[in-house]
Nanobody, 126 residues
Framework: EVQLVESGGGSVQAGGSLTLSCTAS????????IGWFRQIPGKEREGVAV????????HVSTSVKGRSSVSQDTTKSTVYLQMNSLKPEDTAMYYC???????????????????WGQGTQVIVSS
């Protein structure tokens, strides 16, 4: 079992930056892919950026590519989402997610993720 706890959300003006953190606890080797999804009320949850534990191979969605990056500190079992040049449309609840299946296939498939955090809210004002 893996527990995920997010932090770092908040309110920021358009053009600003935020760094989200997600720390995994429990079975530190119980997942192979970890990263971030987001959800706007009334819309489906969508992938933002994920990374493979250890190797650091990353996948970044087109919606944030060039503005955001995902990284990890394996010594702290923590994954980060650095978001720059934020836009109002980035406003959402951001969730950390992890899965046992390794990366490559269907990394944006919400149903394939085994563990989820409670989410952290990001609000970008214009």
């Amino acid at each position: 079992e893996v527990q995920l706890v997010e932090s770092g959300g908040g309110s920021v003006q358009a053009g600003g930056s935020l760094t989200l953190s997600c720390t995994a606890s429990g079975d530190r080797y119980g997942y192979n892919l970890i990263g971030w999804f987001r959800q706007i009320p009334g819309k489906e949850r969508e992938g933002v950026a994920v990374t493979t534990r250890g190797s650091g191979i990353t996948h970044v969605s087109t919606s944030v590519k060039g503005r955001s990056s995902v990284s990890q500190d394996t010594t702290k079992s923590t994954v980060y989402l650095q978001m720059n040049s934020l836009k109002p449309e980035d406003t959402a609840m951001y969730y950390c997610a992890a899965r046992k299946a390794s990366g490559g296939d269907f990394v944006w498939d919400v149903e394939s993720y085994d563990y989820w955090g409670q989410g952290t809210q990001v609000i970008v004002s214009s």
